[in-house]
T-cell receptor
């Protein structure tokens, strides 16, 4: 597709369940980012993939959060044993290199009940 | 530790007037700065950027100013239009390559 695609657009889950969020970056983009925006907050960095380099996981808030990027393209963000404070909009972005602007998807609205 | 700060959570400006959105940063290693605009239920979209070797970049109605000694940048929108009403995020990038975002300023352009 022409832009960054994220699925699902909305996810409602029960506390304690695992969730997987998917991101399809723009074709050919080597860099992929995950951010989240909690209600009334800014964009919080989670994880960054650049080509074949080891990902920068410094923003992951706990070991319940993990992400992978298969084949240098699609990425999955997994949250295990979800908690209510995980409720947020999870945004994925991609860029062609470190100097390029990021292109964001529309996000996944995660609600943990 | 908020390295990029937008101290005004909201701003209201009349149509036709100038909107000035401010951003401060603390990390002197930041070398590239960007502004993003976000409408509800959409992802942020890139607006304008500036490298640390410049102090001004202009694109149509949008101008970004960078004051490195003060670690301050600002976005000027003139003339402001109702369609400019959105949340504006300032972002900065250093050698680590990841973008650090501010908390955003909600701009409301009134008729």
């Amino acid at each position: 597709g022409a832009g960054v695609s994220q699925s699902p657009s909305n996810k409602v889950t029960e506390k304690g369940k695992d969730v997987e969020l998917r991101c399809d970056p723009i074709s050919g983009h080597t860099a992929l980012y995950w951010y989240r925006q909690s209600l009334g907050q800014g964009l919080e960095f989670l994880i960054y993939f650049q080509g074949n380099s080891a990902p920068d996981k410094s923003g992951l808030p706990s070991d319940r959060f993990s992400a992978e990027r298969t084949g240098g393209s699609v990425s999955t963000l997994t949250i295990q044993r979800t908690q209510q404070e995980d409720s947020a909009v999870y945004l994925c972005a991609s860029s062609s290199d470190r100097n390029e602007k990021l292109f964001f998807g529309s996000g996944t609205q995660l609600s943990v009940l | 530790d908020q390295q990029v700060k937008q101290n005004s959570p909201s701003l209201s400006v009349q149509e036709g007037r100038i909107s000035i959105l401010n951003c401060d940063y603390t990390n002197s290693m930041f070398d590239y700065f960007l502004w993003y605009k976000k409408y509800p239920a959409e992802g942020p979209t890139f607006l304008i950027s500036i490298s640390s070797i410049k102090d001004k970049n202009e694109d149509g109605r949008f101008t970004v100013f960078l004051n490195k000694s003060a670690k301050h940048l600002s976005l000027h929108i003139v003339p402001s239009q109702p369609g400019d009403s959105a949340v504006y995020f300032c972002a900065a990038r250093g050698t680590a390559s990841k973008l650090t975002f501010g908390t955003g300023t909600r701009l409301q352009v009134t008729l």
